[in-house]
């Protein structure tokens, strides 16, 4: 794979950080930055990605109501995760 060089300027924080994170890691610091760019965009395109399909039933008129994303929120804490909860509001019959 082709790279190209990128500079960005890190405030001292993360900077320290970063040097930190790859001396344990016995890597580069250019490695672990390069990590943590592709996880974050990974991120984003399946947040981009969830958004399209929730955009996509509410225009079906398919939601899920406040109740059942409640008691699955709810399902956290108690430590047994439920499985996320199915549309439950659905557009009538024609």
């Known amino acids: 794979m082709a790279t190209e060089n990128l500079s960005i300027p890190l405030e001292v924080g993360p900077k320290t950080d970063l040097e930190a994170e790859a001396r344990r890691e016995r890597r580069s610091e250019s490695w672990i930055a390069e990590r943590a760019i592709e996880a974050y965009l990974a991120a984003k395109k399946r947040k981009r990605e969830a958004i399209d399909v929730a955009v996509t039933d509410a225009d079906k008129g398919v939601?899920?109501?406040?109740?059942?994303?409640?008691?699955?929120?709810?399902s956290w804490s108690n430590g047994e995760a439920a499985i996320k909860p199915a549309p439950d509001i659905l557009p009538p019959d024609k």
């Open 63 to 74: 939601f899920v109501s406040k109740e059942a994303v409640d008691r699955w929120v709810e």
